[in-house]
């Protein structure tokens, strides 16, 4: 099985895991949750939107008692507090908003000790009551949203937050801090009047790492691109992910044969055969190891000088904890992603079969749509990529499309042609029969369902059967169709589809991959 079964992880992310449904902690997520778990007082500076609620809820269910979190915003409390309860864990908060009969639940299932998480509007500290009540509660934790509230210079000031120092001065209990705002004013602020002027642990990083470039490929021959790359980086040490365990034995056979030096890696080794690759790895020069992701946890080498996927990770989180591994001493490294129509397939139909609520398979399936988009980007991918987490950049000048900017055609006519297609024949057919559909070729499948009489039968005669496939993939990359994985692939429409079938918008594709597909030989049916 492909990945399934492949990571052994420490305590924190078999709860990331188990609990929340993510597969890896994102840029600077694992840090500070070891640091809040342990005990620390932190303040951990991250991008809106780069994941920080995680970072106290995570810690919250690994330490004892009660971790209380204060959030100016009764709206993000309430939303999040219904997060964590579908999640399973015992959740409430205490605001403005309660209706009476919330209040006493909360207070109920406080009582009885159920409680893991208890939110707080900061208004709440200026009632003697409360702080008593938190004083006899048996809180482990406190954690601070948006601690920037705390300055009196910024525009955000909440007057309550001036007593959260005295709330953790009470109950003796370490607190963790947490704002978007960077500045050294507001940190030397928050230091003074939530930690008593003592410096707490701070993670101030950007996601971005400037010295790995990025480059995704269209997948043609993988074993040979991944030949073709390894031998220009003759020497160096670098890993190679694969999503099978077979692949893994393959490839570092090949790599061999070519006379590098190379090892494969997977979870269903032995112990101490993984052992040994994991220590030759450290101490080699120039090895390459070749891996399913159960290869990771422990790898600490700074020097790998290059990483390569031959297969599509799972998702954008994972396409970016696995390339970080290359170059932690800061030196230039590389990395190259082959993705293809087979990757997105079956990674869609992995979220698809597993046995996930609907709303973490819809999120899984918006993760993978990261990194499929990023894939095919038509601008710099790091832009891109840091967009995501959060944070705002310029365009790198170290990625494969500001080295070569795409070349971009109108491609809402042959969008157009291949959604008729998949629309008059029911939605009912994989990539391979639509193609056919639409160049008009005369098989055994087009004739048995009378797919030549169609109108869209032919209609696409301008481009060959790569060209077509490059533009399907591109489809599926902008999630514009999806495969079915109950129906064998077959395309099924998506909404974002829509107003470009009916003519409301035009989309773009990218010229190069389309023309390279033309470039090869005719491939033997
Ligand atoms: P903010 O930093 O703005 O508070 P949130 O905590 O709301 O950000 O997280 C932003 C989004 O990232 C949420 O949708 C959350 O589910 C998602 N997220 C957080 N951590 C991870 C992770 N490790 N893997 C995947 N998605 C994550
Ligand atoms: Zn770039």
Not at 53 to 69: E, K, N
Not at 82 to 95: I, Y
Not at 257 to 275: I, K, N, T
């Amino acid at each position: 099985p492909r990945d399934a079964d492949e990571s052994a992880s420490p305590p924190g992310e078999a709860l990331l895991k188990e609990v929340f449904g993510f597969d890896v902690f994102r840029p600077g997520q694992g840090e500070i949750v070891d640091a809040v778990a342990r005990g620390d007082n932190v303040l951990a500076i991250m991008p809106t939107g780069g994941g920080k609620s995680l970072c106290f809820q995570l810690p919250a269910l690994m330490r004892g008692g009660i971790t209380v979190v204060i959030s100016p915003l009764i709206a993000l409390m309430r939303d999040q507090v219904r997060g964590l309860r579908e999640l399973g864990v015992c959740a409430g908060a205490l605001t403005s908003g309660n209706t009476p009969e919330e209040t006493d639940a909360v207070w109920t299932m406080l009582h009885e000790g159920r409680l893991k998480l208890l939110y707080l509007a900061p208004e709440r500290l200026a009632n003697g009551g409360t702080q008593r009540m938190l004083a006899e509660a048996g809180v482990s934790l406190i954690a601070v949203d948006e601690a920037h509230c705390v300055s009196q210079w910024g525009h955000d000031f909440r007057p309550d937050y001036l007593r959260i120092g005295e709330l953790r001065r009470a109950l003796g209990v370490p607190l963790a801090a947490f704002t978007a705002t960077a500045d050294p004013e507001t940190q030397e602020e928050i230091t003074r009047r939530l930690f008593d002027g003592e410096e707490p642990k701070t993670f101030l990083r950007g996601f971005d790492r400037p010295n790995i470039h990025l480059a995704f490929r269209p997948k043609d021959n993988p074993r040979s691109q991944i030949l073709r790359f390894a031998a220009a980086r003759k020497g160096r040490s670098g890993i190679v992910y694969c999503g099978t365990r077979n692949k893994t034995e393959s490839i570092a056979g090949a790599l061999r044969d070519d006379g590098h030096s190379a090892c494969h890696y997977h979870g269903g080794m032995f112990p101490e055969d993984r052992r040994e690759v994991e220590e030759r790895f450290a101490v080699e020069d120039g090895l390459i190891v070749v891996a399913t992701v159960a290869f990771g946890m422990g790898v600490d080498k700074p020097d790998i000088r290059w990483v390569a996927h031959a297969d599509l990770p799972k998702s954008i989180e994972s396409y970016y904890q696995e390339i970080g591994r290359a170059g932690r001493d800061g030196a230039p490294a590389e990395t190259m992603t082959l993705y293809g129509a087979d990757d997105i397939r079956l990674r869609r139909s992995q979220i698809d079969e597993g046995n996930a609520p609907p709303e973490r398979r819809a999120a899984d399936h918006g993760r993978l749509n990261a990194l499929l988009g990023l894939a095919e980007a038509l601008g710099c991918r790091r832009q891109q990529l840091l967009n995501y987490f959060g944070e705002a950049s310029e365009p790198c000048g170290n990625c494969d499309l500001c080295d070569k900017p795409p070349l971009v055609f109108d491609g809402t006519e042959a969008v157009r042609k291949a959604l008729s297609a998949a629309l008059r024949t029911g939605e009912s057919f994989g990539m391979g029969h639509l193609v056919d559909i639409l160049m008009g070729n005369d098989t055994d499948k087009v004739r048995q369902r009378g797919h030549d009489k169609l109108p869209t039968f032919g209609v696409g005669r301008d481009l060959k059967k790569g060209q077509w496939q490059a533009v399907f993939r591109q489809m599926m990359g902008f999630d514009l169709v999806r495969p079915d994985a109950d129906r064998h692939g077959a395309l099924v429409m998506t909404d974002a589809a829509v107003p470009i079938l009916r003519g409301q918008e035009t989309i773009r594709l990218r010229r190069d991959v389309i023309d390279r597909a033309a470039d090869r030989r005719p491939q033997v049916k």
